[in-house]
């Protein structure tokens, strides 16, 4: 029997609360400890003279140490306290409205750094102001020596917009991340909880009830105490380039720019050319119909198309999305390295299902989501083939086998990917309107039905699919992806007509095969091909014949 | 009795058993349970500014999450001389479980940190993927990995998982739309 992860859990997670001490025990040890810490509380000793400043454009990940002067306005003002306190009125950096470029750096016992945007790329990270952490953040012993450090508040997040502060934190909303005294040795960091960030007041003094969604540079900012000293310093970390979305999701701007075919660059590399697959595959890939609205992992199957035993090591395909068919989507950064073993003995059943997970971000930035529209979803594997049986075509003798390490790679189209206006993955969105509706394949094919169906020919091969690859098929096929039709391959074993357009089966068995739309109508077929052929030429021919697959 | 204290007692009483279970499940260990559940108590509530009751339970548990992560850090250094000083680990913890969820408690110790993070909160707190990304400061894509890492190691331990959503092979493709 499976076991059920949930179940297992949960039963697990009751053993180990049957075991622990009652409620009240442990709210009176917490509200003590919080009593005592409440109490001993410093307070924070200012008096120390230079200011240090930040350079605009400095680089990201550096730390900032600035400290406070008691006789002039706190570099870094009390966080605003909603409903409680105001924040200090007189200019400063990083109050509301105050200019970002009149800063310089000082280099200090303690970084700010963050998990997202450590790397000093220009990628930018989208961040979400809604969620109790929008930058992970994390202090660091920059020195040689152990380091300890007491703190009584969160670190804060202030986004910056055309070198103005526009947001600012609100304290007080989210619990203390770090206990009252920290110890790190040399090189070591402490993550970080923040409070959360709320807009500046626009120019009419009215609070924004929300970050508006655009691109930042975000600085964050704590106030700490190192020992031995008593004089409390703010460390800031940043500017770190973020984008922040709508409340609903979408994203600000123009959608992004797709980047254009580069003949240099090599599948799954952005920009290059897909070379479709042609003729009878090695191995075939198929994910089966993932539903990526709902998530981005996906399994893929490999099965042996071949006549060959195949046996060695598989790595996990890499998924990219694809556009016209150029690569356009990111790749999964965090895509496994290793390998697993597969053994595939020729023409059977047996399959390799491995795991990848598909990026939904265009590849030029790795931050920008793909924009509206459907996209092809490729997947690489690459198989060394430690051990191949070759079998003879005629009576599927096995010969001997072949150990010397061979390199393949599987590539093929294995889903589509449907992505929002809001950048997010969404589910099939139907057939385009306007365009009328064509039959099912199950309902076509069913061969009972008491009228002829008409089948609009799109692109036409002498190979049939699934078996044989087609490039030339491709071009038809996305096109009429792209509209929300389903069915879109038909093999010409499944409609007697072809002789109609001059079609003669390459042999007996295999018919060949086409890109194709079938209707319960002639009219409705028809209209399609009136809406068609503006767009993309004229159709092979239009077919009037019961539909009826002979797998004889 | 101030305000922040009657919310915690409140808080305590009433979700004792939730937040001390989703502790138990990352730290393997019921007195471990209780002091992360202690310590987010206690950040959570020194403050000046308490959050409000309604919305204390979710930093408390993210306070959890925080604090197992970085224990394991600093643990990780004690774990290296630890044999020389002769301490037991976490077999009293498991007197009070059947031999069923001993496997399954097993099972999670096999997995690093952040995959055991992944799986509770994925299986016993009911996070999507993007909502464990946000909790734990990663990708999507780390999340996933971390996943599917971890039903490997679980699964060569308990044996097929039914609910990770692993579709059945495919033998024929379809055409793609």
Request: contains cysteine; glycine residues 8%; charged residues 20%.
């Amino acid at each position: 029997m499976n076991r059920n992860l949930h179940d297992a859990l949960h039963s697990l997670a009751g053993s180990g609360t049957d075991a622990a001490s009652p409620p009240d025990v442990l709210a009176d040890r917490a509200a003590a400890a919080v009593e005592r810490r409440r109490r001993r509380r410093p307070v924070l000793v200012a008096g120390l003279a230079g200011i240090g400043v930040l350079t605009a454009g400095a680089a990201a990940a550096l730390g900032y140490t600035l400290l406070h002067d008691d006789a002039a306005p706190h570099p870094f003002p009390d966080r605003l306290y909603p409903g409680v306190e105001s924040p200090v009125p007189e200019p400063a950096a990083f109050t509301c409205g105050a200019r970002m470029d009149a800063l310089t750096a000082v280099d200090g016992p303690l970084a700010l750094g963050n998990e997202m945007v450590d790397s000093d790329g220009d990628s930018r990270v989208t961040i979400s102001t809604e969620t109790g952490t929008i930058i992970s953040m994390y202090l660091r012993n920059t020195t040689a020596d152990p380091l300890t450090y007491s703190t009584q508040e969160n670190p804060g997040i202030y986004l910056v917009q055309d070198g103005v502060v526009v947001a600012v934190p609100a304290v007080g909303e989210a619990p203390a991340s770090a206990p009252a005294q920290v110890t790190l040795t040399a090189g070591e960091i402490q993550p970080l909880l923040e409070d959360r960030v709320v807009a500046c007041p626009d120019a009419g003094g009215t609070t924004p009830t929300s970050i508006p969604a655009g691109d930042y540079d975000a600085y964050g900012a704590i106030t700490v105490t190192v020992e031995p000293a008593t004089t409390a310093i703010d460390v800031v970390g940043g500017p770190w380039k973020v984008r922040t979305t709508n409340p609903d999701g979408t994203v600000s701007g123009a959608p992004a720019a797709l980047p254009q075919a580069n003949p240099d660059a090599t599948f799954p590399q952005c920009g290059a050319l897909v070379n479709p697959p042609a003729g009878r595959l090695r191995v075939a890939l198929s994910a089966g119909f993932p539903d990526l609205s709902l998530g981005s992992s996906m399994s893929v199957t490999a099965w042996n198309l071949s006549l060959d035993d195949l046996a060695g090591e598989a790595a996990h395909p890499t998924l990219v999305a694809v556009k016209d068919g150029v690569v356009v989507g990111s790749l999964d950064p965090d895509r496994s390295s290793g390998t697993v073993p597969f053994s595939l003995p020729g023409l059977d059943s047996t399959t390799l299902v491995t795991a990848g997970s598909l990026e939904h971000t265009v590849c030029t930035d790795g931050v920008t989501p793909l924009p509206a529209g459907r996209y092809s979803v490729w997947a690489a594997q690459d198989l060394t083939i430690t051990t191949r049986v070759p079998r003879s075509e005629m009576d599927y003798v096995a010969g001997d086998p072949i150990t010397t390490p061979e390199a393949y790679t599987a590539v093929e189209e294995v889903a589509a990917l449907w992505m929002d206006a809001k950048g997010q993955p969404a589910a099939h969105p139907g057939l385009t309107e306007g365009w009328p509706a064509d039959l099912d394949e199950a309902t076509a094919i069913r061969g009972d039905n008491t009228e002829p169906e008409t089948v609009v020919w799109l692109a036409i091969s002498t190979m049939e699919y699934p078996l044989y690859r087609d490039p030339g098929l491709v071009p038809a096929r996305d096109h009429l992806a792209d509209l929300g039709y389903v069915t879109t391959d038909l093999a010409f074993r499944c409609q007697d007509g072809l002789a109609a357009l001059g079609i003669v089966p390459n042999s007996p068995g295999s018919s060949g095969s086409g890109v194709a739309v079938v209707f319960a109508t002639r009219a409705a077929a028809d209209a399609f091909v009136a809406l068609w052929e503006p767009l993309h030429g004229p159709v092979v021919g239009v077919v009037t014949d019961f539909v009826g697959c002979d797998f004889s | 009795m101030p305000d922040w204290n009657a919310d915690l007692h409140e808080l305590v009483r009433t979700r004792h058993r939730a937040l001390i279970g989703y502790a138990y499940l990352l730290s393997g260990n019921t007195r471990e349970a209780e002091d992360l559940v202690q310590d987010a108590l206690v950040k959570v509530f020194t403050p000046r500014s308490a959050p409000a009751a309604a919305v204390s339970e979710g930093y408390v548990r993210r306070a959890i999450l925080t604090i197992y992560l970085d224990l394991y850090r600093r643990r990780r250094r004690w774990s290296g001389i630890k044999h020389l000083v002769g301490i037991a680990d976490r077999e009293e913890s498991r007197e009070s479980a059947v031999a069923d969820q001993v496997d399954v408690a097993v099972a999670l110790d096999a997995l690093t940190p952040r995959q055991r993070a992944c799986v509770v909160l994925r299986y016993f707190e009911d996070l999507t993927v993007p909502q464990i990304a946000s909790a734990l400061g990663c990708a999507d894509g780390t999340v996933k990995r971390h996943l599917f890492d971890a039903h490997a190691i679980l699964a060569d331990r308990l044996g097929p998982l039914s609910d990770t959503s692993q579709p059945s092979p495919i033998v024929n493709p379809r055409p793609l739309s």
